[in-house]
Nanobody, 123 residues
Framework: QVHLVESGGGLVQPGGSLRLSCEASGNIFSINVMGWYRQAPEKQRELVAASPSGGSTNYADSVKGRFTISRDNAKNLVYLQMNSLKPEDTAVYYC?????????????????WGQGTQVTVSS
């Protein structure tokens, strides 16, 4: 089983910055991708940014140039640096990771989610 724990959310004024962190732990053999999603009230969950292992990062058009995703592969960490925040960025932000887990000598794929962290952008 693979667990994700996010931190770093909070209340910030428009134009401000926040940095989200997420740590994956458990029976991880390898991680293929880590990313961030968000869900605003009465809206569907949407991809914010993703960082595939060995691949190029990709971002939602609405956050390009303002948000940056990065990873610390040695520690199974992923970060989301959010700058120039806007009220429309207000949402619950979820960390996601996919890869292969190892348990008792067997391997199986996993796709895990964090519990979510609230980001509120308001004056």
């Amino acid at each position: 089983q693979v667990h994700l724990v996010e931190s770093g959310g909070g209340l910030v004024q428009p134009g401000g910055s926040l940095r989200l962190s997420c740590e994956a732990s458990g029976n991880i053999f390898s991680i293929n991708v880590m990313g961030w999603y968000r869900q605003a009230p009465e809206k569907q969950r949407e991809l914010v940014a993703a960082s595939p292992s060995g691949g190029s990062t990709n971002y939602a058009d609405s956050v390009k140039g303002r948000f940056t995703i990065s990873r610390d592969n040695a520690k199974n960490l992923v970060y989301l640096q959010m700058n120039s925040l806007k009220p429309e960025d207000t949402a619950v932000y979820y960390c996601n990771a996919g890869g292969t887990a190892r348990s008792g000598g067997t391997y199986h794929p996993f796709n895990s989610w964090g519990q979510g962290t609230q980001v509120t952008v308001s004056s």
